[in-house]
């Protein structure tokens, strides 16, 4: 069987599993330029080099939803009998038309959630002590420049109170921030509403899955009702938030600034306005992406390509 690993931005995928007895190629990055290539060239993108075909292979590993697999795609790969996303949901897959085209999905276990916490943490302190501003200044010869935001007596808003949110708020209350959470089930339990949190926390970070019912969670109205000086994170998913929307708020000063990790278009195109956005400190998506996390998605990935070989799959994913 012949292995793609695609999106590779480090080219480390070879380092984290033992691939060996295996004929595999690792692309450094496809990304959205799967979708756009059918045909000979279907492949070709990101780092993969002019004319890259994907074609001939059996085996795809794709690495969370950085490249798309929409039905399009799949019908158009004839010799791909499985494909493993790393992690074991992948909105960006159409599990029903793999089903259709006779290719098993499987997935991997996911990596410690600490990663993920430590980077809405990490995107916090920055952003309130202006980290990076001041970093380019004092390389600069400047000195002093910004007017830090101290947390300790702050109100922490934590959106979603699941596996990512609850030790999120944890390290709050070890800040001495005045911790308050809400999802919908808690609003219906009679805890605090989400215009409440809204209104009164300095800062707001995001811990929910995209769903229809979450897409645009965050929107106009709800911007609007933050205060001028807090902060918006979201290490989740980028259609969370009305982007267009943020960027207003951003720009009018009517919030104090976001630290991002995630966008509604991944890799960010070049002419993005997020590359000139004020008030904001940006990461490329990197929540997960620590070595612990790439270990334990190449080696599951590796073990979940000789379980189909052996005629075993593990750790299927179906359409529902």
């Known amino acids: 069987m012949r292995v793609a690993v695609l999106d590779d931005y480090q080219q480390v995928a070879s380092g984290y599993a033992d691939w060996s ?36 292979f059996d085996v795809i590993v794709a690495m969370r939803e950085r490249t798309p697999f929409p039905a399009e795609v799949l019908d158009r790969l004839p010799n791909l009998r499985l494909l493993v996303t790393t992690g074991m949901k992948n909105a960006a897959i159409d599990l029903a038309a793999a089903q259709r085209n006779g290719i098993v999905v499987c997935g991997t276990r996911s990596g410690p959630p600490g990663a993920v916490v430590e980077l809405t943490w990490g995107l916090i302190l920055g952003l309130s002590r202006h980290l990076v501003a001041e970093d380019q200044q004092i390389r600069a010869g400047g000195w002093q420049h910004t007017v830090g935001l101290s947390l300790s007596g702050r109100r922490l808003g934590v959106i979603g109170l699941g596996r990512l949110g609850t030790p999120v708020a944890a390290v709050g209350a070890a800040f001495g921030m005045d911790v308050v959470t809400w999802s919908r089930s808690l609003e219906k339990a009679g805890e605090i509403t989400k215009d409440e949190l809204l209104a009164t926390s300095d800062v707001v970070t995001l811990h929910v899955p995209l769903t229809p019912a979450s897409r645009g969670l965050i929107g106009r109205a709800d911007l609007a009702r933050m205060k001028p000086s807090a902060l918006l994170i979201n290490t989740s998913r980028g259609p969370l938030v009305d982007e267009a929307a943020l960027l207003e708020a951003l720009y009018a000063g009517t919030i104090g600034g976001a630290g991002l990790d995630v966008f509604d278009i991944e890799p960010l195109p070049a002419d993005s306005p997020w590359r000139s956005a004020p008030r904001t400190l940006l990461a490329p998506h990197l929540g997960y992406v620590t070595g612990a996390t790439y270990e334990v998605f190449f080696t599951d990935a590796v073990e979940d390509i000789r379980a189909f070989a052996a005629g075993h799959p593990i750790r299927t994913l179906a359409s529902s």
């Not at 004929?23 to 492949?43: C, E, N, Q, T």
Request: net charge negative; glycine share 36%.
């Open 21 to 56: 007895g295996l004929d595999v190629m690792f692309f450094a990055g496809l990304g959205a330029g799967l979708g756009a290539g059918l045909g000979a060239g279907l492949g070709a993108g990101l780092g993969a080099g002019p004319g890259a075909d994907l074609t001939p």
